[in-house]
């Protein structure tokens, strides 16, 4: 294994496995996209993984296109060298469209007012901008939602010379859903509403959760996000590794009495002697503190409970299952991820803390260190 980066001083950080990224990035251009365009979504620093580090790695495995909400990460992959296609996939302002023509970026529009702000934006640099028109089929976000919304923007890109329409595509609202027929009715939409646009501009629809359970969503392009990363995405069943875990270490570790209490509030309280570790790690790292007395960790490959409230630096778990042999100062512990025969997933963690997978990947701060092992050659 190769690693870019160490932490140095606390033994808090997270483990970004690229050969995971590659790995899912395969899987799911053969099963999704083999004879189409693959778009790898990499925006919020592509899910809390890095942005420029999971770029690479997915065009260099299959992906063509790559995905970004704002323009600003749009020029962070421009600024490390990255040439490929790159998608904006929310609105902009005139100074976010002067950036996406500048950076030469994709933009998503919506309106005619954009394509005129793109218009000004591309006139003024002398360059041509691309734009995907973005149409709201059911998810009551953002895009046109009728034919003749979307014929005002064909006469609006008539009197735009320097803009180009090169793709057209919709976000499903239900992909997931235990019923089809949402998503049916979206599909269903999108055909009537993208019918009077020009032939050969790239149509696309589903990402992980719908291009794995619906094939003629399609289209042209699949976009792939939570799938990429290695979260279960929907009813999909596609064989992905979790390319993200979290780490800390044991710092202290103690014994106390039945009726002792644990962390703020005193909401836990020992009903027979405990002994109890110490963790470096809190929601001043973005362990959420709606972890409180619901997580577990992993020490020695064993479940450990969180006991009471997550501190801002520190958490303390239940160790009273585990050998002295096996509790000493700098034992490593899995906050998320494996360790021996257990694993920690993305989605467990999520239910805890009653959110959705997606914000437990993001959820470390700047200050948890990341490591890097990069895929093998």
């Not at 962390?263 to 790690?281: D, I, M, N, R």
């Not at 009653?354 to 437990?360: D, H, V």
Request: glycine residues 10%.
């Amino acid at each position: 294994m190769e690693h870019s980066f160490y932490p140095q001083y606390r033994g808090t950080y997270i483990q970004v496995d690229l050969g995971a990224v590659a790995h899912n990035v395969r899987l799911l251009k053969k099963e999704t996209a083999q004879d189409r365009h693959m778009l790898a979504v990499v925006k919020a620093n592509a899910y809390g993984h890095g942005i420029v580090q999971v770029a690479r790695v997915a065009l260099e495995n299959g992906a063509d296109y790559l995905g970004v909400a704002i323009p600003e990460e749009g020029e962070t992959l421009r600024n490390a060298g990255i040439t490929a296609p790159v998608l904006v996939l929310g609105g902009v302002n005139e100074k976010g469209a002067a950036a996406s023509v500048k950076m030469d970026l994709i933009q998503t529009v919506f309106d005619t007012d954009r394509i005129f702000m793109l218009e000004k934006a591309a006139q003024d640099q002398n360059k041509t901008a691309q734009m995907h028109l973005k149409i709201d089929s059911g998810m009551g976000r953002i895009g046109v939602r009728s034919v003749g919304e979307v014929q005002a923007i064909l006469k609006a890109l008539e009197k735009c010379p320097h803009v180009k329409l090169t793709g057209a595509f919709t976000h499903f609202a239900d992909a997931d859903g235990e019923e089809e027929t949402y998503t049916m009715q979206q599909m269903a939409l999108f055909d009537e509403m993208t019918s009077v646009l020009p032939k050969g501009i790239v149509l696309h629809a589903a990402a992980s959760a719908g291009s794995a359970r619906f094939a003629q969503a399609r289209y042209d392009m699949v976009r792939q996000g939570i799938a990429l990363y290695g979260c279960k995405a929907g009813k999909s069943t596609y064989k992905v590794k979790p390319a993200l875990s979290w780490h800390t270490e044991i710092v202290y570790v103690k014994t106390i009495p039945a009726g002792a209490c644990v962390s703020y509030g005193c909401t836990f309280e020992a009903k027979q002697e405990t002994k109890v570790a110490t963790l470096p790690v809190g929601y001043g790292d973005g362990y959420s503190r709606s972890l409180s007395g619901k997580a577990q960790v992993l020490v020695a490959g064993k479940r450990c409970n969180v006991l009471g409230r997550v501190c801002m630096d520190q958490i303390m778990v239940d160790v009273t299952a585990l050998s002295d042999d096996e509790l000493y100062i700098g034992a490593p512990v899995v906050l998320l991820g494996a360790q021996g025969e257990e694993r920690i997933t993305a989605d467990e963690m999520a239910d805890w803390a009653g959110t959705i997978s997606y914000e437990m990947l993001m959820a470390a701060t700047a200050r948890v260190p990341v490591m890097y092992t990069k895929p093998e050659k």
